[in-house]
């Protein structure tokens, strides 16, 4: 069975040393291929386009993928950079998130890939050569050793920041600012979680979308990708810290989020009583990981109602409350 769609959470360097430094790898990774590895440091970069955050990971291996080797770069060169796709780039997946072969009764297989793959970003081709597909309930993991992951601002990278983080919600400053997206302006700044180093974890990301024909106030779907992170070895959600203090490094409950008492806030942060469409709304925004603060107050602004005066701080802390 799939573990896609499984969790539906908003899951969201270390001290230097010369491992830190390591030649490693930069990898690309695509929705719905899942890989494990040891975390080993965070980095930061600002270059010509924003502000990275650099993911180091030891002994990584893709658990379900399609492995492909860039071939030529959007200059036309070769640099042989891997890429994980997901599969689902080609097969469709059924209700219970399945992969659905081409034929009745045929198999999930590269052989029906073809052994290249175009993409094209920002007006470049980038070509690939499919080098192994590995599927995670029938194949063993494929090794690809030392590697790093560059992400830039997006909700993805932003959602991986806060669980990696020590400062959990707080690690983002300006989510709007593809140069100051981070609150942390190098290495030493970026205080990776003491629970999470060395640690052995597991994620992927996945597409989340808020349909408007379930959510009355919303003119169009939205879509978005996030980042789901796991403890390799229990498969329990590695979620974002409370608080400095804390440790949320595994959930309370079960992963997708529907465990009544994993809901409730906590005593110290008792919620204000919020209307029912509100309250619906809050729960609604606290499953899907939906927490860009205009999109929140936009949709709970139209459900108000006329009487009721909105306190945006005691939404935005219920959704995190109930994350």
């Known amino acids: 069975m799939s573990r896609f769609g499984s969790t539906t959470y908003n899951p969201s360097g270390s001290s230097a040393s010369a491992e830190d430094y390591k030649d490693r790898e930069s990898i690309l990774l695509g929705k719905y291929a899942i890989v494990e590895a040891t975390l080993d440091s965070v980095g930061v970069y600002e270059g010509n386009y924003g502000l990275n955050m650099i993911l180091n990971f030891d002994d990584a291996v893709v658990r379900e993928g399609v492995i492909g080797n860039r071939i030529e770069n959007g200059n036309g060169e070769q640099d042989d950079k891997t890429k994980i796709m997901g599969w689902d780039r080609w097969y469709d997946r059924d209700e219970d998130m399945n992969l659905v072969p081409f034929e009745e009764g045929g198999e999930i297989s590269t052989d029906e890939l073809g052994r290249r793959v175009t993409e094209e970003h920002g007006g470049d081709t980038y070509k690939y050569e499919i080098e192994e597909g590995v599927l995670e309930d029938r194949d063993d993991p494929a090794e690809i050793g030392d590697v790093e992951l560059w992400l830039g601002n997006g909700k993805k990278a932003r959602t991986i920041a806060k669980v990696l983080s020590a400062q959990g919600h707080d690690v983002i400053a300006d989510k709007e600012d593809d140069?100051?997206?981070?609150?942390?302006?190098?290495?030493?700044?970026?205080?990776?979680?003491?629970?999470?180093?060395?640690?052995?974890?597991?994620?992927?990301?996945?597409?989340?979308?808020?349909?408007?024909?379930?959510?009355?106030?919303?003119?169009?779907?939205?879509?978005?990708?996030?980042?789901?992170?796991?403890?390799?070895?229990?498969?329990?959600?590695?979620?974002?810290?409370?608080?400095?203090?804390?440790?949320?490094?595994?959930?309370?409950?079960?992963?997708?989020?529907?465990?009544?008492?994993?809901?409730?806030?906590?005593?110290?942060?008792?919620?204000?009583?919020?209307?029912?469409?509100?309250?619906?709304?809050?729960?609604?925004?606290?499953?899907?990981?939906?927490?860009?603060?205009?999109?929140?107050?936009?949709?709970?602004?139209?459900?108000?109602?006329?009487?009721?005066?909105?306190?945006?701080?005691?939404?935005?802390?219920?959704?995190?409350?109930?994350?």
């Open 179 to 323: 140069r100051g997206w981070l609150n942390a302006e190098d290495r030493e700044s970026f205080q990776l979680r003491e629970e999470l180093e060395g640690r052995r974890i597991m994620f992927w990301f996945e597409q989340t979308t808020l349909s408007a024909d379930e959510i009355d106030d919303l003119d169009d779907d939205v879509t978005f990708t996030d980042a789901v992170v796991l403890d390799a070895e229990s498969d329990a959600p590695i979620t974002i810290p409370n608080d400095a203090d804390g440790d949320s490094s595994e959930s309370d409950g079960d992963s997708s989020g529907d465990s009544e008492e994993a809901n409730q806030p906590d005593e110290a942060e008792a919620e204000e009583d919020f209307p029912r469409d509100i309250d619906e709304l809050i729960d609604m925004f606290a499953r899907t990981g939906q927490d860009e603060r205009a999109s929140v107050e936009e949709m709970i602004q139209n459900e108000a109602p006329e009487d009721y005066e909105v306190d945006m701080d005691a939404v935005m802390a219920a959704i995190e409350n109930r994350m």
